[in-house]
């Protein structure tokens, strides 16, 4: 067997880091819960939630990590492990000088900046060419040219809308483009484009990666660890341990009693989404022990483990568990661990 596992490359080496990584996160209780409420369907997109006084609010995140101000920088740890997955939501302002995000947007004269303006449609008599702002054309509730005097019925045949026209009541100037400005409802000062602040707000949703087996793997290998440091045990996830033959063998969890390195546990993960696990991880389980000897070798088969799975984890005395799914592969781990 040695031939199977006596290279370890320095790119393994490495992916081992980016696992031991992960898998900090994954270990990390406040993940583990949120990470849960996407799992269970509980929670399918994270959409953040207004409110006018102090802006946008994530209050699941907020309920789970206990403080407003923890939760941007947890969901950002989660985006750049590649966990989570980030669409742009809305894009929110801030006052520069009070950072409040409650504003009243005001169209202003680009003259005189005053707000005070009146915005009016501009109106074309279509046969005589004449134009001006709808309230000249109105007689009554009638439209009437007021260069010609013919009564106009029609939109777009006889008469047609011309865009927007502005009237500043402060300087008299017209305009077409105002200048928008942010009134901060709390502070009371005025702010333009150039001075407001500007942030993105995101919608995130569970990346497709951590659906997939491998990552859902290290989530359950997460709490399975969690689950054997509690009862004692010193658990390292992902471990290496070397063999009689000298080779070093990777597992998913390794537990030991505190300064008891002979009597070793071994854990390694096999999930299928074909519904049953095929006897391949068996195998490959009895390879690493055969030169390891641990004191126990456990294959926690998720859902389920094959017949010819079940029948050579038997013979090669590899303890196998079937679990749905975290909590079931927890109990059955405790009742194996109780039984001896
Ligand atoms: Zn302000
Ligand atoms: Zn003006
Ligand atoms: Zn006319």
């Known amino acids: 067997m040695r031939h199977l596992c006596n290279k370890r490359t320095g790119l393994e080496k490495m992916q081992m880091e980016e696992k031991k990584e992960t898998l900090a996160l994954y270990r990390d209780r406040n993940v583990q819960v949120l990470l849960n409420k996407f799992l269970n369907d509980e929670l ?48 929110i302002i801030f006052c520069p000088n009070c950072r409040s995000s409650d504003f009243s947007t005001r169209y202003c004269c680009p003259f005189c900046r005053s707000f005070n303006i009146q915005k009016s449609s501009l109106i074309e008599h279509v046969k005589c060419g004449y134009m001006d702002i709808e309230d000249n054309f109105l007689e009554g509730n009638k439209y009437v040219c007021p260069k010609c005097h013919e009564t106009l019925t029609k939109i777009d045949v006889d008469h047609k809308k011309a865009g927007i026209w502005c009237i500043c009541e402060d300087c008299g100037k017209s305009f077409d483009i105002p200048v928008p400005t942010h009134f ?12 407001i602040l500007i942030k993105n707000v995101y919608a995130y949703t569970l990346t497709e990666n951590v659906k997939a087996d491998s990552f859902l793997n290290w989530f359950l290998v997460a709490g399975i660890q969690e689950f054997l440091t509690k009862g004692g045990l010193k658990a390292e996830s992902p471990a290496l341990l070397k063999g009689k033959s000298g080779a070093n063998h990777s597992f998913d969890i390794v537990a030991y009693r ?24 068996v195998i490959a389980l009895f390879a690493k022990i055969f030169d390891v000897a641990p004191e126990k070798a456990y294959l926690i088969a998720i859902p389920k483990l094959s017949e010819n799975g079940k029948k050579m984890a038997e013979l090669y005395k590899i303890h196998a568990i079937e679990a749905k799914n975290q909590e079931e592969a927890i109990a059955s781990l405790q009742e194996s661990i109780d039984a001896d």
Do not use: M, N, W
């Open 44 to 91: 399918e997109t994270l959409e953040p939630i207004y409110d006018p006084k102090t802006g946008y609010h994530y209050p699941v995140v907020e309920g789970i990590v206990g403080e407003v101000s923890k939760t941007e920088p947890f969901l950002s740890k989660l985006h750049a492990a590649g966990i989570l997955e980030r669409k742009l939501y809305d894009k």
């Open 184 to 195: 901060c409802r709390s502070c009371h000062t005025t702010s333009t484009f150039e001075e």
């Open 258 to 281: 505190d300064g008891d390195k002979q009597k070793v546990i071994v854990v390694d993960l096999a999930t299928s989404t074909e519904a049953i696990v095929s006897e391949q991880p």
